[in-house]
T-cell receptor, first 111, second 117 residues
Framework: DAKTTQPTSMDCAEGRAANLPCNHS???????VYWYRQIHSQGPQYIIH???NNETNEMASLIITEDRKSSTLILPHATLRDTAVYYC????????????FGAGTRLTVKP | GAVVSQHPSWVICKSGTSVKIECRSL??????MFWYRQFPKQSLMLMAT?????????EQGVEKDKFLINHASLTLSTLTVTSAHPEDSSFYIC?????????????FGPGTRLTVT
């Protein structure tokens, strides 16, 4: 599975959109981009995933560049409860293997 | 969505004793479960992959005789930390794969915090 690169930390004002970038320049054609987050002392929570089209659900939007080498997770109206570590993971979805976690981005939403 | 539970949520034990952590898939059958360990301010590190009815596959550097994994049914996997030492104090998280339509999705438990005194 391809490696990902994310900023170590980011701040966001409450109520504003949080845009979390992820680089995955070595992604291959059959690999999906997954986003999870981990709130302090909890297990990771699935947010969203996509292959090449932009995706949106009740939690977030995922924007994948046309060349698929990078993506952005968007939390449209960040709240204090969105403070967490966000992990971008690239994985072949049909593969029954585990998720491999990098360091992630620590997002702090400030009042 | 699918739910994975862990028990206990936290445990304190004395050095030299053994501790068992349970991981259950509540509303689906999981042929494959995973065990992760997370030290403070670090990311999740995979310890082992557990397949129902067969021996677990351990990651390099993880002692299989110290971290015993049993995946006896399609809804239960257990991790036993044997002869625990303070350096085993960590946050242990399990997860399970479920096949949904064309792909596998992974769901995580809430974690178990182990403190060895």
């Amino acid at each position: 599975d391809a490696k990902t690169t994310q900023p170590t930390s980011m701040d966001c004002a409450e109520g504003r959109a949080a845009n979390l970038p992820c680089n995955h320049s070595t992604i291959s054609g059959n690999e999906y981009v997954y986003w999870y987050r981990q709130i302090h002392s909890q297990g990771p929570q699935y947010i969203i995933h996509g292959l090449k089209n932009n995706e949106t659900n009740e939690m977030a939007s995922l924007i994948i560049t046309e060349d698929r080498k990078s993506s952005t997770l968007i939390l449209p109206h960040a709240t204090l409860r969105d403070t967490a570590v966000y992990y971008c993971i690239v994985k072949r979805s049909y593969n029954n293997n585990d998720m491999r976690f990098g360091a992630g981005t620590r997002l702090t939403v400030k009042p | 969505g699918a739910v994975v539970s862990q028990h206990p949520s936290w445990v304190i034990c004395k050095s030299g004793t053994s501790v068992k952590i349970e991981c259950r898939s509540l509303d689906f059958q999981a042929t494959t479960m995973f065990w992760y360990r997370q030290f403070p301010k670090q990311s999740l590190m995979l310890m082992a992959t557990s397949n129902e009815g067969s021996k677990a596959t351990y990651e390099q550097g993880v002692e299989k005789d110290k971290f015993l994994i049993n995946h006896a049914s399609l809804t239960l996997s257990t991790l036993t930390v044997t002869s625990a030492h303070p350096e085993d104090s960590s946050f242990y998280i399990c997860s399970a794969n479920i096949r949904d339509e064309r792909s596998y999705e992974q769901y995580f438990g809430p974690g178990t915090r182990l403190t060895v005194t």
